[in-house]
């Protein structure tokens, strides 16, 4: 289908545009009162990622009520270890935590390696979203990166330190490989899957990319994302590598089109280490909404200045905030194609 907002993908491309596209990370759910009213109709949170209908629902109310230059499909990473045996349950205001957890050998061998058939729901809500939006905007699909994914299944949910999952990496790195591997291979399967149902490009999340050394991160992180990156080659991809500002060089190697940044990594430098071939995401401090409108805006110039009109797709550093004002969020994406606009 031909898309009638293609922004992000000409930006992605290198192309000159007239206007640098905006959306927002966790833009989905989180922030919007007719998100919590299609939610608060269902069981929780697992019952909408596994209702295609209600999934698409919600995947698009952004697009309409903030106007956002690409919707991402409601889901969450952890549906990947789901599908390969690790059931997650959705701790209300808590976060997820896994009953069951990997500790040896054995039980990573009873983990499959999921197909796109075990996350039938995701596949049926892309397809669902894609002929709902007709082409309005672009649709991501998204997982996690192997590493971010490991840290769940090991430690068993949330954690500062994530204690568990680093400690296998020094104790059992041969059986960490293994972890790692296997996911790598459900990833790719699922990733394939969504760009077959509709998917017009990917994202994957290391969102606890920032708790390994730097020689760490080169031997867990970098060699699965890259072999995600290798595996697709059907839409463009995107890598957002959180708190790792000490592997941008390396991430600036991947093969992938696009460089997802916190609000810690300086825009200028990021380019110098990332080189000029990639489109950059981000990466205002999510804390900025926090501001009035003129806060807002001259942080928006800032951000717009930094990375100049070229390869760079306007977001947050990170999710936006579940307690930020949808209205704020709302002049934000305005703010960025107002005053993009002018900067051409
Ligand atoms: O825009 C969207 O919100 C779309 C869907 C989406 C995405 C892209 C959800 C729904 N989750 C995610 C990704 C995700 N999930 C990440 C990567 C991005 C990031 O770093 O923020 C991570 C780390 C998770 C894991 C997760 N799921 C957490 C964090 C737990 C921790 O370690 O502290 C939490 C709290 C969730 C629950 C969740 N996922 C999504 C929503 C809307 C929610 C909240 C629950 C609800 O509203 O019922």
Redesign the pocket.
Known sequence: MLLKNDLILRTIKGEKTERTPVW???????ILPE?RAV?SALS??KE??ETPEKAAEV?IQ?VDILGVDAA???????VIPEAMGLTYE?V?K???RFPETIKSKSDIEKLKVAEPDDLHYTIDAIKITKKELDGRVPLIG?A?APW?IFA?MVEG???KTFSKARAMLYTEPELAHQLLQKITDSTINYLKGQIVAGADLI?V?D??AGILSPAQYETFSLPYISQICDAITEVPKTV?A?DAYFARRSLGKLNCNTIGLDWCMDPQESRTLIGPEKALQGNLDPCALYGTESDIEKAVKNMLEAFGPDKHIANLG??VY?DMDHGKVKFFVETVKELSKGMR
Do not use: C, N
Not at 72 to 78: M, P, Q
């Open positions: 927002l990370m966790r833009q989905a759910g989180r998100y939610r929780g949170f909408l990622v995947t952004p991402i499909i409601f889901s969450d990473i952890l959705m209300e808590k976060g997820p998204f996690g971010t769940y949910g949330g954690s994202q999340f969102s606890w957002f959180k990170h999710g579940p």
